[in-house]
T-cell receptor
């Protein structure tokens, strides 16, 4: 089983739509959770951290369910510029440092 | 500008060549990483340096040799690569450990093609 699993997509949605991505992780000792965004042929960039209480940043809402080992990202009012691959990332301490495990990503394509 | 600079952006090399990838971070971080990203695969961690000491090597073939002369610079020396080594190689840094240490800042990557 992969440590971090994501639906690869692609999710094809019209502008203005609401879209949700899910991610599951296998290591119950995972401590921190993030969503990164990666545009085509570019480096990943941190989109937002994910907190146990859930958190929101503008049109983006992240949720964490530790009991189910499940993370989600909700994007409201999708824009063309939201088209990218969204990477779920979990961390745990290994060998004295924070080890980040990346999912393979979910691709989002927003069309006019 | 992410504060992490990688060169070159693109590299084409033959299997007998020797080349090096360079990474420099201007963020004052104390940990640096090399990741490999192949098409439709998750990022694979290759090497981690924390306070200039290698703390992890994820069973990477010896044809990849990292070097971390100080906390701001990281190199990946390449020799006798194989075509399957063609991928995007990403450098990253973080402040690790520490409260903010779990966030990675990536360079723009080197797209490597091995012929």
């Amino acid at each position: 089983r992969k440590e971090v699993e994501q639906d690869p997509g692609p999710f094809n949605v019209p502008e203005g739509a609401t879209v949700a991505f899910n991610c599951t992780y296998s290591n119950s000792a995972s401590q921190s959770f993030f969503w990164y965004r990666q545009d085509c042929r570019k480096e990943p960039k941190l989109l937002m951290s994910v907190y146990s209480s859930g958190n929101e940043d503008g049109r983006f809402t992240a949720q964490l369910n530790r009991a189910s080992q499940y993370i989600s990202l909700l994007i409201r009012d999708s824009k063309l510029s939201d088209s990218a691959t969204y990477l779920c990332v979990v961390t745990h301490v290994s060998g004295g440092y924070n080890k980040l495990i990346f999912g393979a990503g979910t691709r989002l394509a927003v069309h006019p | 500008e992410t504060g992490v600079t990688q060169t070159p952006r693109h590299l084409v090399m033959g299997m007998t060549n020797k080349k090096s990838l360079k990474c420099e971070q201007h963020l004052g971080h104390n940990a640096m990483y090399w990741y490999k990203q192949s098409a439709k695969k998750p990022l694979e961690l290759m090497f981690v340096y924390s306070l200039e000491e290698r703390v992890e090597n994820n069973s990477v073939p010896s044809r990849f040799s990292p070097e971390c002369p100080n906390s701001s610079h990281l190199f990946l020396h390449l020799h006798t690569l194989q075509p399957e080594d063609s991928a995007l190689y990403l450098c990253a840094s973080s402040q690790d450990p520490g409260q903010g240490g779990r966030k990675l800042f990536f360079g723009s990557g080197t797209q490597l093609s091995v012929l």
